[in-house]
């Protein structure tokens, strides 16, 4: 039997380019040959920041009472509303199944819907099958996949939505 892992207290507030250190190492660990250079972070913050909340959004998750940052997350808003794209989410290797992908993917989900978007996308290793049974809990389904869509190695994507506008019916 394993020990679980004790919850943390997390706060998710906007990534700025003092998290960019940190988010970028995370990135690499999390990612390796398909990670985001910091390039890719500091150009998505300066895109977001100019189109406000419309457009999308990085965000990170904090430990309440450290400040350590736990992981990150962020949306692109479809150029033709009412869908988004989670084009990332991460969480630092020490702290996952702690509750901070959850909380991350929570956010992410209320900003959704009080923003009118009702459909929200996703992709995800083939072979990652812990993150597609998380995603399922979360009400995502598959949708399709993208042969070839990752590298090192070259691997599909799985491809998962789920329809906000239901879900709130629910």
């Avoid at 999308?56 to 736990?70: I, Y």
């Avoid at 997350?73 to 509303?81: D, H, K, N, T």
Wanted: overall charge positive; some cysteine; charged content about 25%.
């Amino acid at each position: 039997m394993t020990a679980r892992r004790s919850q943390v207290r997390v706060h998710i507030r906007p990534m700025t380019t003092r998290d960019l250190k940190q988010a970028v190492a995370m990135e690499a660990a999390c990612f390796g040959a398909d990670a985001w250079p910091q390039q890719a972070f500091r150009e998505l913050l300066r895109v977001f920041g100019q189109g406000g909340p419309t457009r999308g959004g990085l965000w990170v998750a904090e430990d309440s009472g450290s400040g350590e940052v736990l992981g990150y997350a962020g949306i692109e808003v479809s150029a033709l509303w009412g869908e988004a794209d989670i084009i990332n989410i991460a969480v630092a290797a020490q702290h996952r199944r702690r509750g901070v992908g959850r909380a991350l993917l929570e956010w992410i989900i209320r900003r959704c819907r009080r923003s009118g978007i009702e459909l929200l996308w996703l992709r995800v290793r083939a072979s990652n099958r812990s993150a597609q049974r998380f995603y399922r809990n979360m009400g995502f389904d598959q949708r399709g996949k993208f042969t070839g869509y990752y590298r090192d190695p070259d691997e599909a994507a799985v491809l998962m939505a789920t329809d906000l506008a239901e879900r709130q019916a629910e």
